[in-house]
């Protein structure tokens, strides 16, 4: 088979592939012939010579001791040490000896056989590459026009070279696409499903993608000058993002949200008018969790343990801090990763002065 590296080179740059895994899948495809044309159960090899640019096919046959009753039954597979010694004395017992088959006298059959191998392995290596190139998009914001909506609403996107979805489930409220509108959205997950091959899954609900858009709209968070240690998302509704500058030059905030709120607008708009709180992070649980609880002015954060914190307000800022339909105080949580238990701060002055009341009566009268 002449030329063999030719033919390797021409795939790969007509498929866009590796020579290198294209040079291993015809490997693969020519040996899974030679299996079917002279026999399943014989080992073969098969080397490419780099000068000649040719392909060689080899088939390896193990050598025995002269008495080895495997002799008998196939001396195909396997040849005694003695006859061996005749071809190479300087092999031993459980050596392999090649016998080199020819490739230009297949015949018909063989070759349409090797086409169907090829063709077969190629499109393997294809689909294995799209698979990696999607995995490691994980999270990063892709753009693709709808091509159908079904019954369940599940809108499918073509992007490249692939139709991926995107679930009802994953889709702000209220919105609904047409054939023909170009959306964006994060890749979510990718996963192989055995009836339809690579499947991607988008999603415009995921707090990704409020990042990407971000990262999209601030040069500051693309460019690493401003980090997001955090983000959390009711869609369609509200979000809040945790911000850090990695230079003292740059307000992550004032970044973030732009000269008269032009950039989080424009975020704001792309989710459907979702309202977007931009604070800056803090390592301080308590910091983070009164910036997180904003627009409600707390009077005190207690931790209580890794997972719950203790938040005093004021009772007129009760409301603002549990925010429409509890929305603010659970973005809060999500945010800072800490349960947020509310106390007003009446209540807490009440509790403290019963206590030390009780401390008074103790002291006069003693435990009774």
């Known amino acids: 088979m002449e030329k063999i590296a030719d033919i390797i080179e021409s795939i790969a740059n007509e498929k866009g592939l590796e020579i290198e895994d294209v040079k291993e899948r015809v490997i693969r495809a020519l040996i899974n012939t030679a299996k079917r044309v002279y026999g399943e159960n014989y080992e073969y090899d098969v080397v490419i010579d780099s000068a000649s640019r040719s392909l060689r ?18 001396n195909e597979h396997f040849l005694s040490l003695s006859e061996a010694k005749k071809i190479d004395s300087g092999v031993e017992v459980g050596d392999e000896l090649t016998y080199e088959l020819s490739t230009d006298n297949l015949g018909r059959t063989a070759a349409q056989t090797l086409h169907k191998e090829l063709e077969y392995h190629i499109q393997r290596l294809m689909e294995e590459k799209i698979f990696q190139k999607y995995q490691d998009m994980i999270g990063q914001m892709v753009f693709g026009t709808v091509t159908r909506v079904d019954s369940e609403e599940n809108t499918f996107i073509e992007i490249d070279e692939i139709r991926a979805v995107m679930p009802r489930k994953n889709r702000i409220k209220g919105e609904k696409f047409r054939v023909g509108n170009v959306v964006k959205a994060v890749i979510k997950s990718v ?20 990042e990407a858009l971000l990262k999209a709209e601030v040069p500051e968070i693309k460019d690493g000058l401003v980090l997001i240690a955090a983000s959390a998302r009711i869609p369609g509704e509200r979000a809040k993002v945790a911000l850090i500058s990695t230079t003292p030059n740059v307000d992550p905030v004032g970044a973030t949200v732009g000269t008269k709120g032009v950039r989080i607008n424009a975020v704001t708009k792309e989710l459907n008018g979702e309202n977007i709180d931009a604070i800056e992070f803090s390592s301080e649980p308590t910091i983070l969790i009164t910036r997180a609880m904003s627009p409600a002015i707390i009077s005190a954060v207690k931790i209580v343990d890794e997972k719950k914190a203790v938040v005093t307000i004021a009772s007129e800022q009760k409301s603002k801090a549990i925010g429409k339909s509890g929305i603010n105080i659970r973005l809060a949580s999500m945010l800072s990763g ?9 209540s807490v002055k009440a509790s403290e002065e019963k206590e030390e009341s009780m401390k008074d009566l103790k002291a006069l009268f003693g435990d009774l």
Do not use: H, M, W
């Open 57 to 74: 096919l080899y088939q390896k046959i193990t050598i025995v001791a002269n008495d080895d009753e495997r002799l008998q039954e196939d």
């Open 191 to 210: 996963y192989i499903d055995k009836s339809q091959g690579i499947r991607v899954e988008l999603s415009r609900t995921s707090p990704k993608f409020l």
């Open 338 to 346: 800490f349960e947020i238990e509310l106390v007003e701060l009446g």
